[in-house]
């Protein structure tokens, strides 16, 4: 068992010396688990098995960049529509601070929009990203596509950014 923590250590300082303590040990146990487990609890998910949000959650407590990366796969290469979606919510759950990069490409996939704001609102909401010009001009493009109610989500996501930046 110590030459297993060991070896776990090593891969953690040659992966990313930026990670916190919290990440440290959340990476620990995402390595112990293993890359086949988290893509086999991604596509558990997006099946809607029973418990899947128990699986959801666990990912989200793990912040699981290789499940996030998953996710995005399936989103880029599923050709049903409700995979993409799940997909998406898989990512919005997990909010690990990568996905700002495909917040824009959801908000333009009016299959996804609804989802790809959450991913904005949860990346604000647990703080993994701070609020910036590219979070405005994304607010901005989802009040443009006006479609399932984003206009609405988006005011109330303004004024959460009010009431926080106030405090």
């Not at 991604?42 to 407590?61: F, G, H, M, S, T």
């Not at 609020?131 to 479609?147: D, Q």
Request: with cysteine; proline share 2%.
């Amino acid at each position: 068992m110590n030459k297993e923590w060991s070896q776990i250590s090593e891969l953690i300082k040659k992966t990313d010396s930026k990670l916190t303590q919290d990440g440290k040990s959340k990476f620990a146990i995402e390595l112990f688990l293993g890359k086949p487990w988290i893509k086999n609890t991604v596509d558990y998910i997006i099946q809607l098995k029973p418990e899947w949000n128990l699986a959801v959650n666990c990912l989200r407590i793990l912040e699981s960049e290789y499940a996030t990366d998953y996710a995005y796969q399936i989103y880029k290469n599923s050709i049903n529509k409700e995979d993409c979606r799940f997909a998406v919510l898989i990512i919005k759950d997990i909010a690990h601070p990568k996905s700002i990069d495909w917040v824009a490409e959801f908000l333009n996939d009016e299959n996804v929009a609804d989802f790809g704001l959450g991913v904005l609102d949860q990346l604000l909401w647990t703080e993994k990203i701070e609020p910036n010009e590219l979070t405005e001009s994304l607010l901005n493009l989802a009040t443009e596509k006006r479609n399932g109610g984003l206009v609405e989500k988006v005011e109330f996501i303004r004024e959460y950014l009010i009431e926080k930046s106030s405090c």
